[in-house]
């Protein structure tokens, strides 16, 4: 886990495609604006941790498909970190997760959003 300037702590996962997609627009900004960005997944977010997971959400324009502003971010240096209580108490196995993405636990959370110049909380 790296510190970086923003962070978006996303609570919400498909069943709530418009949050996932205003995250990932904000998210990927922040790293086009020249700042350092991650993006937590916590709670029901946490199945987004997937392969795959947010390809094809799309809740049309002006907003981009979700998927590949995910893959852009990454591409672009940006850190998706998965809250680990969340991924067990919601079933899922770290093996499931996306090996690009970060295992992280509460007090990784609160060093995040402490360490950030600015933050941004979805649920």
Known sequence: MKQTDFVVTLFEGKENPESLTVAAVMA??????????????????????????AKGVDIGAPFPEVGG??????????QVCICNACMIHNGFQPEQMDPRYVLINAPDVVTLLMGAKSSLQIT
């Open 69 to 78: 502003q995910l893959e852009e971010f990454l591409e672009l240096g940006g």
């Open 28 to 53: 990927l900004n922040a790293l086009k604006q020249g700042h350092s960005a991650t993006m937590i997944l916590m709670v029901k977010a946490v199945a987004l941790g997937q392969p795959d997971a």
